[in-house]
């Protein structure tokens, strides 16, 4: 079964400008989860969406969105971005309700510049 | 604010010997716990995942967690080179809670 997949792996932009970042997960998870990482920070969660709604949401900025396809396929978007958005943006899938192990895609490491 | 907190390291330990990994958590109704495991430059991968008080086994893996004492720890038995990483402890209140997770303790097993 394949795995959690994310596009792009690597994005460079400006301050001010926005992105778009997509997660696939794997195949019958319906649950996506976004998460920022950082090495002052660590793994900060952004949004969790089941079923194209979402179900809890992080501590960040209302800059931070995202939304969620019928075929679960998940996308964040960051508007008027700034230095600090330079991270790596973590997807993870999981089973429907009550299972709550989460498989982790390999990332997109954006810079800001 | 529900917080994890682990030692940053970093944990030194010689091969074949006992890598310890500990983790505290202040929310006590939480009742799931996860420990990943995050390669430099990779993504974290789940080694294990623990519901219950006590000890559980996978390997050279052991997960022990003390809801009392609010405390889960992870012990790697007969450590390899390859085990050197950083070590990710998780934690949520339930199925539909986000994990919150620690900012980890690095592993360096010497040869």
């Known amino acids: 079964k394949a795995g959690v997949t994310q596009t792009p792996r690597y994005l460079i932009k400006t301050r001010g400008q926005q992105v778009t970042l997509s997660c696939s997960p794997i195949?019958?998870?319906?649950?996506v989860s976004w998460y920022q990482q950082t090495p002052g920070q660590g793994l900060q969660f952004l949004f969790e969406y089941f079923s194209e709604t979402q179900r809890n949401k992080g501590n960040f900025p209302g800059r931070f969105s995202g939304r969620q396809f019928s075929n679960s396929r998940s996308e964040m978007n960051v508007s008027t971005l700034e230095l600090g958005d330079s991270a790596l943006y973590l997807c993870a899938s999981s089973l429907p309700r009550g299972e709550e192990t989460q498989y982790f895609g390999p990332g997109t490491r954006l810079l800001v510049l | 604010q529900k917080e994890v907190e682990q030692n940053s390291g970093p944990l030194s330990v010689p091969e074949g010997a006992i890598a310890s990994l500990n983790c505290t958590y202040s929310?006590?109704?939480?009742?799931?716990f996860f420990w990943y495991r995050q390669y430099s430059g990779k993504s974290p991968e789940l080694i294990m995942s623990?519901?219950?008080?006590g000890d559980k086994e996978d390997g050279r893996f052991t997960a022990q967690l003390n809801k009392a004492s609010q405390y889960v720890s992870l012990l790697i038995r007969d450590s390899q080179p390859s085990d050197s990483a950083t070590y990710l402890c998780a934690v949520s209140l339930s199925g539909n809670t986000p994990l919150v997770f620690g900012k980890g303790t690095r592993l360096s097993v010497i040869a």
């Open positions: 195949s019958g998870h319906r649950s």
């Open positions: 623990i519901y219950s008080n």
């Open positions: 929310d006590r109704g939480s009742q799931s």
